[in-house]
């Protein structure tokens, strides 16, 4: 099931040459699998809601420059690198799943993987602070990808994985002056490693949830981590980022407390 926004707005005046290469970015889909890696990370009740009201949802173009900003920079790295043999480029993997006698099929691409150094990179345009972090979403993507590797290509070792992060706010000025503000534009960060068996189970787990999520949606709530809670109490990711909010009796709880 896909839950791809149908309805879209340009409430901020977008120029249209500028719509015209966002909707150009929108030509990714997972085929035929039943989840993509990005899917088995959105909480189930986002995603649930986001297939159960697909009709209803409405998003702006200005939502989505972020996004196209990222798909920009790995059009660019894919196109310098995939003329050159000691790498794969924007590799899409389909790796099938049997769970309580049911087969899903599970989809991802590894933005690039190093023949010479056997390391999967995942590319994140983000901010600078990010990276002081840890993201727990970057730790389960990268090892999905590991374990969908080591599937497909079972007699090659498991590869190590990192993020690629190239930091859009990057400031030399706040680099000189701080001991805590990163270094550099561009960072590495190794990914821890997981047993193939940890991989596995919380793939099991994260199918099981988005299973159970479009049969009850609103039983499920979002945590603290999902909803982005600020230190003030603020829902950050509710209020500002989610397309849902709307049809969602959690959300709508807060806002009346």
């Known amino acids: 099931m896909e839950n791809k926004i149908v309805h879209h707005t340009n409430i901020k005046m977008i120029p249209l040459d500028i719509v015209r290469g966002i909707k150009d970015t ?37 939502d989505s420059i972020a996004a196209f900003i990222g798909t920009a920079v790995h059009q660019t790295i894919e196109n310098a690198n995939k003329i050159h043999d000691d790498c794969k480029t924007e590799e899409r993997m389909e790796v099938s799943l049997k769970i309580d006698g049911k087969s899903f099929l599970i989809s991802g691409t590894v933005d690039h993987y190093s023949i010479t150094d056997n390391i999967l990179s995942d590319y994140k345009t983000t901010n600078a602070y ?106 950050t990711r509710c209020e500002q980022w989610c397309n849902v909010n709307s049809f969602c009796q959690q959300y709508k709880e807060r806002e009346n407390d």
């Open 26 to 62: 929108w030509n990714h889909t997972k085929g035929d699998a039943d989840y993509s890696v990005t899917e088995l990370l959105q909480p189930p009740k986002v995603r649930a809601l986001k297939i159960l009201h697909k009709e209803e949802i409405s998003e702006d173009y200005s």
């Open 130 to 235: 990010a990276v002081n972090y840890d993201k727990p979403d970057w730790t389960h993507q990268l090892n999905i990808y590991r374990w969908m590797y080591s599937k497909l290509y079972k007699d090659n070792p498991i590869p190590d994985a990192r993020i690629i992060a190239i930091l859009k706010d990057w400031s030399k000025g706040r680099a000189t002056n701080s001991n805590t503000y990163p270094p550099s534009p561009v960072m590495i960060k190794p990914i821890e490693n997981w047993s193939q068996d940890e991989i596995q189970d919380f793939i099991v787990e994260r199918i099981k949830l988005h299973e159970e999520a479009i049969k009850e949606p609103q039983k499920f709530i979002c945590s603290d981590e999902e909803i982005w809670l600020s230190p003030k109490g603020i829902a």
